[in-house]
């Protein structure tokens, strides 16, 4: 069968955004075939400014905003101001992050725009929202892990609590912001009609929660770390072994009975304490204990193979290299080429759904500043 064109071939974006969570979103939508035009204030995007490096050009700014043409306006500037105007007014899709309030005043607000498009879908990102008490916060990921519960429940139980090893909240409102997008879009077919959406990342982080939420507003509870295991499970997290650690996961009886076999104490299936998963979690001491003893004079990879051939969902612990470069990342394309005119080739992360019949890959590069400035305003003026 042949090849069919990318989901979102033909749609347009508009990517008044910068950083991380706007950018990744528009990225997502990049890598689909949306044709994402990324506005750049004087400067450039504070990710351009940001390493690691190579050869001058910046990582996180290449991951982030791979797929996407880039035009310089300053909004103060009347001038550019139109130039955006009449962009918008073409456009599907409005991205932007601004500060609450910034793009009305520059009159590129939602109401603006949509008079001029009302088939437009306006979405902004922000910290803390539109509204609410915290609306006009700065916030950048840190702060937003640290207000929304997330590093409180990370790290070990009797340690201080730790950030998540990514930029999470970014990353969540990325994401939400692209699934809201489509949403408004799959309306808009039915309607006609655009819609603005209004984006918090503080929501999106405490969405990404659902097992902290359904503790604290359903039971009551207030969930406190457990370092490197499960809070409601067991056993279910990382233990070490004589070299190494490795993550293992029981989530029912029938498997913990297996488990129990694998680890050569059969006799700890029939042990009282056991006999449920909240009381496992309650005795996980115990169990962690004789799971140590059984795995001290084994490495990680040998302990793993055991569980494995037992049925017993377990992993050895891989570092971001080793995974990037596994042969389960390779075969899920979750990386492709693109050819840039400074790196040469160089793989990007790209977005992980597969839709049959897309072949995945065949994606720009990151722009450089204005690299497609004069094209786009040309284009305006067909």
Not at 41 to 54: K, N
Not at 289 to 294: D, G, K, P, R
Not at 295 to 318: K, M, W, Y
Request: glycine share 10%.
């Amino acid at each position: 069968m042949a090849a069919r064109t990318k989901p979102l071939s033909g749609l347009q974006v508009l990517d008044f955004t910068r950083v991380l969570a706007g950018p990744y979103a528009s990225a997502l939508m990049a890598d689909l075939g949306a044709e994402v035009i990324k506005v750049e204030g004087p400067g450039g995007d504070e990710y351009r400014h940001v390493g690691p490096f190579r050869e001058g050009e910046s990582a996180l700014f290449q991951a982030a905003n791979r797929g996407k043409r880039s035009i310089l306006l300053d909004l103060k500037d009347p001038a550019d101001r139109k130039v955006a105007i009449a962009l918008a007014s073409r456009a599907d899709v409005v991205i932007e992050n601004f500060r609450p309030g910034v793009m009305a005043r520059l009159g590129l607000g939602p109401d603006e725009l949509r008079r001029r498009n009302p088939r437009l879908v306006y979405a902004s990102i922000s910290g803390f929202g539109q509204t609410g008490p915290n609306h006009a916060r700065p916030a950048y990921d840190i702060v937003l892990q640290a207000m929304s519960g997330m590093m409180a429940l990370t790290g070990d139980a009797d340690g201080p609590p730790m950030m998540v090893g990514e930029a999470i909240a970014d990353v969540a409102g990325g994401l939400f912001a692209a699934w809201g997008i489509m949403a408004a879009l799959f309306e808009r077919e039915r309607t006609g009609e655009g819609r603005v959406i209004d984006l918090a990342l503080f929501d999106a982080l405490a969405s990404m929660m659902p097992t902290a939420a359904a503790r604290v507003l359903v039971c009551g509870q207030d969930p406190s770390r457990v370092g490197s295991r499960h809070a409601l499970s067991a056993p279910f997290g990382v233990y070490p072994a004589g070299k190494g650690h490795f993550a293992v996961a029981v989530l029912n009886d029938r498997l913990f009975i297996r488990f129990a076999q694998a680890i050569g104490r059969p006799e700890l299936a029939a042990d009282p304490r056991f006999a449920t998963d909240a009381e496992r979690r309650l005795h996980e001491p115990v169990l962690a204990e004789a799971i140590t003893s059984w795995a001290s004079d084994r490495d990680a990879a040998e302990v793993v193979a055991a569980l494995t051939e037992a049925g017993i969902p377990a992993a050895p612990l891989s570092t971001a290299r080793e995974a990037w470069s596994s042969g389960q990342v390779v075969s899920r394309g979750l990386a492709s080429p693109v050819d840039h005119p400074i790196l040469g080739q160089v793989a990007l992360p790209e977005q992980p759904v597969h839709f049959s019949d897309v072949p995945r890959g065949n994606r720009r590069p990151a722009p450089a500043l204005d690299e497609h400035g004069a094209q786009i305003r040309a284009e305006l003026e067909k």
